[in-house]
């Protein structure tokens, strides 16, 4: 017994000790490095720096940063996480471009790169982010006009003007040019995932810009005020002149308005009626979802539709989805589902009700044991079963989802 009093953690492996210090954030695994060396060179394993989040430490100042890059930071990390100075009272510069250069140079598995409050105005476009990102996700941060021009490489017949005019232009053209000649996709820009939160700099402008990206499949636009439904037409994947023009590569995109007040609604997602080539899955959210699925039986490639934080009627659904035959998955969440409102019994037939006619044949084969067997997470029975006779190829999920209750 006396000797099991006598250890402390000295006495543990050091797979184990990384193992209890992964636990810890990154302030604390900086303040752990300075107890002796053994734990110095402890903190300084990789395995502790794949999942860097600084979003939490509120002291951190771009002196910081050189410090974690020069003494912690390397091969090893693959997500990044950090909190700019966009709404901090000190202000200044945050992310330099000389860090960025670094930070591309000694972590070359960076994938993920996560930037919440940080004013990216000082820097001239994203091709000085690290090359190796898949995945970008900006939140309430500031963004130069040219932030997402991808510029062509210069050469001896191309100026420099005549390159950064025809970036936002021929940069899809130019790309092709580079894989008929076998030349592979043009360097800069690889990411494949754009998340897009409560940036309101981020206009019609930068939409065009996105369409030089040859590597851009997911595109996540949420609280983005100032695209309009004539920024995503002129966007959407289209056959043209020379082959598909556009978006070609997106397979995903989302629209999300949360309703924030003093902003004038635009209705974006009706610029989905150009009928998006290629675009097999669609997420549409707040005040987007109207119009939104005015528009979305255009998409013929439709393959999974999510619906959230939004209110709907159960004819609205049906009517909205009974030409997406394609669609294999359908997601409310967070929906309110308004009920349907029953016509009078002695007004006879009436011919404009007919589709609520045919629900209602389409939910008699239900049969009231089936209802003792309705799945606890479905809110409206007569929905599911409309739509398993419309759509019978495509699974329904229902995830925190309510029915409006009438004072009636």
Same mark, same amino acid.
């Given at each position: ?14 797979? =184990? ?34 999942? *860097? ?74 091709? =000085?982010?690290? #090359?190796?990102?898949? *995945? ?16 062509? #490489? ?6 420099? $003007? ?23 996709? #043009? ?12 940036? #309101? ?25 100032? =695209? ?16 598909? $023009? ?123 044991? $089936? ?38």
């Amino acid at each position: 017994m006396d000797e099991f009093k006598a250890c402390n953690l000295d006495y543990f492996p050091e797979n =184990i000790l990384i193992d209890v210090l992964s636990f810890l954030s990154v302030r604390e695994l900086v303040r752990a490095g300075r107890v002796c060396k053994r734990w110095r060179r402890l903190v300084k394993d990789q395995k502790l720096w794949r999942l *860097v989040d600084l979003t939490t430490w509120k002291g951190v100042t771009s002196r910081i940063l050189w410090v974690l890059l020069r003494h912690y930071l390397g091969c090893g990390l693959r997500c990044l996480r950090l909190r700019g100075l966009l709404l901090s009272a000190r202000g200044g510069t945050f992310l330099s471009e000389p860090w960025l250069k670094a930070l591309s140079a000694k972590c070359p598995r960076l994938t993920k790169l996560y930037l919440l409050h940080a004013d990216l105005r000082s820097l001239p476009n994203c091709q =000085i982010l690290p #090359p190796s990102l898949q *995945v970008l996700e900006l939140r309430g941060c500031e963004l130069p006009r040219t932030f997402f021009i991808q510029s062509l #490489p210069t050469s001896p017949t191309h100026p420099p $003007e005549t390159a950064e005019a025809t970036s936002s232009v021929g940069g899809q053209r130019h790309g092709r040019d580079r894989k008929r000649k076998g030349l592979g996709p #043009p360097s800069g820009v690889g990411i494949e995932r754009l998340v897009l939160n409560n940036v #309101p700099s981020f206009t019609d402008q930068h939409l065009l810009s996105l369409t030089s990206w040859e590597k851009l499949c997911r595109l996540e636009l949420r609280d983005t005020f100032r =695209i309009t439904a004539n920024g995503l037409r002129s966007c959407a994947a289209k056959d043209g002149l020379s082959g598909v $023009e556009g978006l070609s590569r997106l397979k995903f995109l989302e629209i999300g308005i949360t309703g924030r007040q003093g902003y004038q609604l635009q209705m974006a997602s009706l610029g989905l009626g150009a009928g998006w080539l290629g675009l097999e899955e669609l997420s549409l959210g707040g005040k987007e979802v109207g119009p939104g699925l005015l528009c979305a039986s255009r998409l013929k490639d439709l393959k999974r539709l999510c619906l959230w934080a939004c209110t709907l009627s159960e004819l609205q659904i049906v009517r909205s989805c009974r030409m997406l035959r394609g669609l294999r998955q359908l997601e409310f969440l967070d929906v309110t589902f308004q009920p349907r409102q029953s016509p009078p019994v002695e007004e006879g037939e009436g011919g404009g009700e007919g589709e609520q006619d045919n629900e209602e044949a389409a939910g008699a084969d239900g049969s009231n044991e $089936e209802n003792k067997t309705l799945d606890i997470n479905d809110p409206i029975p007569n929905l599911r079963r409309s739509l398993a006779v419309l759509l019978p190829a495509c699974s329904l999920v229902f995830t925190n989802c309510s029915v409006q209750i009438n004072a009636d």
